[in-house]
């Protein structure tokens, strides 16, 4: 099993997923291979609050040139995790805001 800091890379934060935080719903860079349940399980570690549920989607990496050469960048996977409305709110976030 992986620890929670291999399972959560990285927040994202973009203007649209910090308009979520309000409703207590936040996006999260994940593992490629983590499931729904570990994902709930390692938010629920590390910021100590409880989850509700959470959603999940596999962006494929855009086609990139340079010259006459191609390739991609990487292929991302996000978490939206939202919380239990008697959950307290993660703090990281919201010294964003």
């Known amino acids: 099993m ?3 800091q291999e399972i959560i890379l ?6 649209e997923s910090m308009m979520g935080t309000a409703d207590k719903k936040y996006t999260f860079k994940v593992a490629k291979d983590a ?6 399980k390692a938010v629920e570690t590390l910021f100590g609050v409880k989850v509700e549920k959470v959603n999940t989607v596999v962006t494929q990496g855009k086609l990139k040139r340079m010259g ?5 960048t990487s292929t991302v996977k996000k ?3 939202v919380l239990k409305k008697d959950s307290k709110a993660i703090e ?6």
Do not use: H, W
């Open 35 to 40: 499931t729904k349940v570990d994902i709930a």
């Open 92 to 97: 990281f976030f919201e010294n964003m805001a």
């Open 2 to 4: 992986k620890l929670a």
């Open 68 to 72: 006459k050469y191609e390739g991609r």
């Open 79 to 81: 978490a939206y995790v």
């Open 10 to 15: 990285a927040p994202v934060i973009t203007e």
